[in-house]
């Protein structure tokens, strides 16, 4: 079987189906004394799913968790890694859009340190998040009530 992506170290996904539609949401890490990209990619497919559109997010992601919201809007929770432009890695609710492949940080939940994994559920127009994170010392797990205004 032919691989659909192998650029970069791919690993940790969140694949979706809005309609037909596929969306998988791709962490990448560097391979050790490589100079493999890092940055998360939006992949895009259609039925039969073995051709795909990748998109470079710009942005360097872990455990990511994708769902579509009411509107079609698409929104992910992800670890963001520690960076000169992110400091430090921590937790957020983000919105992805699949056409420009652009990234946007909605909400910075509290967070730091070992933090991430988190899961997503919507309910009545409000989104739940729940996720781990050490920023208070220990490791704890929190869930979270977000209002998208969507």
């Known amino acids: 079987m032919d691989r659909v992506f192998d650029v ?3 690993n940790e996904s969140s694949i979706i189906f809005g309609g037909d539609t596929a969306y998988c949401l791709l962490r990448r890490d560097g391979q050790p004394l490589h100079s493999d990209p890092k940055s ?4 895009v497919s259609e039925p039969p799913y073995t051709e795909w559109e990748w998109k470079d997010l710009g942005i360097r992601l872990g455990g990511p968790i994708l769902l579509e919201a009411p509107n ?4 992910a929770a992800v670890r963001i890694h520690e960076s000169e432009d992110w400091h430090p890695s921590h937790t957020s609710v983000c ?3 699949p ?3 652009t990234f ?3 909400l910075r939940l509290p967070s730091g340190g070992d933090t991430s994994y988190a899961g997503l559920s919507m309910d009545n127009g409000l989104l739940w998040v729940s996720y ?3 920023h208070e010392a220990k490791t704890s797990v929190y869930l979270a009530k977000v209002d998208l205004e969507i």
């Open 8 to 10: 970069g170290y791919p």
């Open 40 to 43: 998360a990619l939006l992949g």
């Open 72 to 75: 079609g809007r698409l929104v």
């Open 95 to 97: 919105w992805i859009d």
């Open 99 to 101: 056409d420009t492949g």
């Open 104 to 106: 946007e940080e909605s």
């Open 132 to 134: 781990y994170s050490t």
